[in-house]
């Protein structure tokens, strides 16, 4: 697709009837002027970070080939250089609301958003808009200074301070626009939103979402199984170029100014491998087989025999053996064996569950978390309550391969200590997997409530989470399916029995859809330093868009559920429901 193709199907979208007499409407409506309009053109070769060009006039028309001619003079330019600028992605918004505001009072604004690059607002420092940037410059580029969770909950806010950085701002106009540096943040600027288009290699047009936290991504009409499942092929395959030739992963970047992560978690290299395995169970690709035993060779040579019954998982890095890394390299191994029918592995996995019956305190069915490494003294007794569920899932998984009976009672021990602590409270998603295997050989009534509670008691808290928490659809699908197994095996229970389900699958919906805001789509890619090391991969965006192999990992293992049991969930939930959830403002508002 060539840009003069793709710019001039923008150009037809954004000035068609209904897209530009709404934005005139909507723009007179919030600012009350009709004879001032502000676009912006942003292009993206995919290696580096978006080029975005401004235009302004008394018309959309006027104001889109105003920013047109800028981009093209760009790209003339390129052309007679030595690297012609060969643009993939193209991305337009169309100003629909501005206010001019003190600079400080961005700090409201910072505390109101409440999470790390959660402010949508893009900046100008006149009213003018002659120095503006997009919501997705001034995030893609640390140009504001946000507040940390901490600093907020405990209101240590500087409300007379400015939090434009000079210093992000000048290096990113200097390295992209080759401009002059700005001497200081004036004390008022221009606060605005806009509503979007993206075209990409597609060559379809497709309509960005213009407030709240899914600001900048692409609209869909429904979230479905086979859309999801399109989005975790692309994620596990991008898992897989990251296994360099050792069998290691690349473990990760901070994609703003693409500093990778250079420290390394083995039992997250675990974990990680999950993913892989169910990638190989959606397209069979014998070509994924050499990659996997890489990366599974990588992982055993992490592991160490404590004497001739029990094994551990040692973190080198940090000389320790920690319960979770045991329970991972479990739960690993025998998807491992069980996508490829294969038994080799069972000696390993019977020695590293030994290791976690060594660490199971038997007076309460609880466990002791991290053991120093070499000599495996007790280092800590707790450290974090996810290697609970883990230990536990991964016990369960033990008996099914073995059948030692001894797994299962260690297994059942611990959910009595969950069931007597109220593990509800942490709205854990390895609790979940742990009940969901426990079940499998114990139709206790007790332990069948007490997953469906697990996800229950939490709905409302995980429906209104403002942020991408990848666990959450983890521990919401394996309840559903723990509870579905309840009603098919005809659990005794009233609880059960009487339980409307469409609330739980409304917030599983939800969350997928929700979850769509941690998918590095090209037209939030395009805005980071190096957009193709990235796209297709999912992030934190509250922790300046991490991407990680664990952090990939999660949101696979819920969409990969997810996917597979979508019709099922489906038949719970109407199309007004679904409708519902996407009658969001039609164009950009600034409420400030």
Not at 144 to 168: C, M
Not at 334 to 349: A, G, K, L, P, R
Not at 545 to 553: E, F, G, K, L, P
């Amino acid at each position: 697709m060539s840009t003069h193709s793709a710019l001039n199907k923008l150009k037809k979208h954004i000035l068609s009837d209904e897209v530009a007499n709404e934005t005139a409407a909507e723009l007179l409506r919030r600012t009350g002027r009709d004879d001032f309009f502000v676009v912006f053109l942003s292009v993206c070769d995919k290696k580096e970070r978006a080029r975005v060009f401004r235009g302004s006039g008394k018309s959309i028309s006027s104001a889109l080939e105003c920013a047109e001619d800028n981009l093209y003079t760009f790209l003339k330019k390129a052309e007679k250089g030595k690297n012609p600028y060969a643009a993939a992605w193209f991305k337009a918004d169309v100003v629909t609301s501005y206010k001019e505001i003190p600079t400080t009072s961005i700090n409201n604004l910072l505390v109101e958003s409440k999470w790390i690059n959660f402010m949508r607002f893009g900046i100008s420092l006149d009213p003018d808009f002659e120095n503006a940037f997009i919501e997705a410059e001034i995030n893609g580029n640390k140009i504001v200074s946000y507040y940390t969770e901490k600093e907020i909950a405990s209101r240590s806010i500087d409300f007379s301070s400015n939090r434009i950085s000079l210093e992000n701002l000048n290096n990113y106009i200097k390295k992209y626009y080759e401009a002059e540096p700005f001497e200081s943040i004036p004390e008022k600027v221009t606060i605005f939103t806009a509503i979007s288009f993206f075209c990409g290699e597609d060559n379809a047009i497709h309509e960005l979402y213009s407030d709240s936290v899914d600001y900048g991504r692409r609209r869909l009409d429904e979230v479905s199984g086979e859309e999801i499942r399109r989005i975790i092929v692309g994620a596990s395959e991008y898992l897989v170029k990251q296994i360099n030739e050792d069998g290691k992963f690349t473990y990760g970047y901070f994609p703003v100014f693409h500093n990778e992560l250079k420290s390394y978690n083995i039992l997250r290299h675990a974990s990680t491998m999950w993913s892989l395995i169910n990638l190989y169970r959606m397209n069979g690709d014998g070509r994924l087989i050499p990659k996997l035993e890489s990366a599974l060779k990588y992982m055993m040579s992490y592991i160490e025999q404590k004497d001739a019954n029990s094994s551990f998982l040692v973190e080198r890095s940090s000389n320790e053996v920690k319960l979770g890394g045991n329970s991972v390299a479990i739960i690993m191994l025998t998807e491992y064996m069980d996508v490829f029918e294969s038994d080799d592995y069972i000696d390993c996995v019977r020695k590293l569950a030994n290791g976690i019956l060594d660490l199971q305190v038997k007076e309460t069915g609880g466990f002791n978390h991290v053991l120093e490494y070499p000599g495996f003294a007790l280092k800590e007794s707790f450290r974090t309550v996810y290697y609970d569920g883990e230990a536990t899932f991964a016990l369960a998984r033990a008996f099914t391969l073995t059948g030692d009976a001894r797994f299962l009672d260690g297994a059942k021990s611990a959910v009595e200590f969950f069931i007597a602590r109220n593990y509800i409270k942490h709205r854990d998603h390895w609790v979940a997997y742990a009940l969901f295997e426990v079940t499998k050989h114990v139709e206790d009534v007790r332990f069948y409530e007490f997953a469906l509670q697990n996800a229950d008691r939490n709905l409302t808290v995980i429906y209104h989470r403002e942020t991408s928490f990848h666990t959450f659809l983890e521990m919401l699908m394996v309840s559903w399916r723990t509870y579905k197994r309840a009603i098919q095996n005809g659990i005794d229970s009233d609880e059960i029995k009487n339980y409307d389900p469409t609330k739980l699958a409304q917030t599983i919906y939800y969350r997928a859809r929700h979850m769509l805001n941690g998918y590095f789509y090209p037209e939030y890619a395009m805005y980071m330093k190096c957009p193709e090391k990235i796209v297709g991969s999912f992030m934190v965006r509250h922790h300046n868009y991490r991407v990680r192999i664990d952090d990939i990992q999660h949101f696979i293992g819920g969409y990969y559920l997810y996917s597979i049991n979508y019709d099922e969930i489906r038949q719970h939930l109407t199309d007004e429901f679904i409708k519902g959830l996407d009658r969001t403002q039609a164009v950009g508002e600034v409420h400030a």
